[in-house]
């Protein structure tokens, strides 16, 4: 059986609301660090969740998660990201 994407996609998601109360300097502090954490997903299966930020032009900050399950997936993970404006605004 394969990842489980909308379980891949929650553990996502909820990284990435955990960044949204970090300001734009704080974000520009993380560029090229790299967060690895092992979570049990609520299928009771670890999932690796690998969550970093990368300079995204313009002074933009790109905030990237990365999620498999250790099987298949870990070669062709799910990625989520967000993007954070230098006025700290989000872009869609």
């Known amino acids: 059986m394969g990842l489980d994407k909308e379980i891949a996609a929650g553990l996502a ?3 990435l609301v955990e960044w949204q109360g970090i300001d734009y300097d704080e974000w520009r502090t993380m560029l090229d660090d790299k967060d ?3 979570v049990v997903g609520e299928d009771g299966k670890r999932y690796s ?3 970093y930020a990368l300079d ?3 002074r933009r900050i790109r905030m990237s998660v ?3 399950d250790g099987t298949w997936s870990a070669f062709e993970p799910l990625v ?3 993007v954070m ?3 700290g ?3 869609e």
């Open 66 to 68: 990365a999620v498999d």
């Open 49 to 51: 969740v690998v969550s």
């Open 13 to 15: 998601d909820a990284r």
């Open 36 to 38: 690895v954490r092992q």
């Open 85 to 87: 404006d230098p006025d």
């Open 89 to 91: 605004t989000f872009v």
């Open 56 to 58: 995204d032009g313009d």
């Open 80 to 82: 989520r990201d967000q």
